[in-house]
């Protein structure tokens, strides 16, 4: 079954610190796993993406850490400032045309 | 200038009603596609098209009716609006399959 889970559901940590927001899936077959966010009253942006041939993407404060065997992955944002304050969606793509997207990961960083 | 065109940006409509959400992008796409936002799902992949041709259809009513009438165009009709069709409607873009996709600002509808 095509899924892809998020955890936690919901996150607040302080300005500097470290957000670990975790995503993982079901699917093998999905080889593409971008990571969008959304803030109030917007549209989801892509944030960043990684396909399987690696195991880490990095872009600035933003990175992926990718566990191909346990089917799971993770995006780090260290030193986190008050405008990461968004809502975070792991999604995954088999390359037909079809994303899947998990329920996402409400960030909040306190100043 | 926006690169995605979603018109309108609000719609309220009554039960039973057809309504037609429109989507344009210039950003010289092939691909488009259209996703649903809501409290319950919140973020729901609807439909995929390329080069004008529907991809993935994931939408199992068949009340919603993509119509791509050239490239870069892909709107929504839905008929028989239901209250539980209230919800953010967003199209997005993307070069081809696995790129990037840009969203448009999306369609807020409210079925009354």
């Known amino acids: 079954q095509q899924q892809v889970r998020q955890s936690p559901q919901s996150l607040t940590v302080w300005e500097g610190e470290t957000a670990i927001l975790n995503c993982s899936y079901e699917d093998s077959t999905f080889d593409y796993f971008p990571w969008y966010w959304q803030f109030p009253r917007e549209s989801p942006a892509l944030l960043i993406a990684i396909r399987p041939v690696s195991n880490k993407k990095e872009d600035g404060r933003f990175t992926i850490f990718f566990n191909k065997r346990e089917k799971k992955l993770s995006l780090h944002i260290t030193d986190s400032q008050p405008g990461d304050s968004a809502t975070y969606f792991c999604a995954a793509s088999t390359g037909n045309y079809k994303y899947v997207f998990g329920a996402g990961t409400r960030l909040k960083v306190i100043a | 200038d926006p690169k995605i065109i979603q018109k309108p940006k609000y719609l309220v409509a009554v039960t039973g009603s057809e309504k037609i959400l429109i989507c344009e992008q210039y950003l010289g796409h092939n691909a488009m596609y259209w996703y649903r936002q809501s409290a319950k799902k919140p973020l729901e992949f609807m439909f995929s098209?390329?080069?004008?041709?529907?991809?993935d259809n994931q939408t199992a009513s068949s009340r919603f009716q993509p119509q791509s009438s050239k490239k870069n165009h892909l709107d929504l009709q839905i008929t028989a609006l239901k209250p539980d069709d209230s919800a953010t409607y967003f199209c997005a873009s993307s070069q081809e399959r696995d790129y990037e996709q840009y969203f448009g600002p999306g369609t807020r509808l409210t079925v009354l």
């Open positions: 098209y390329s080069y004008q041709k529907l991809m």
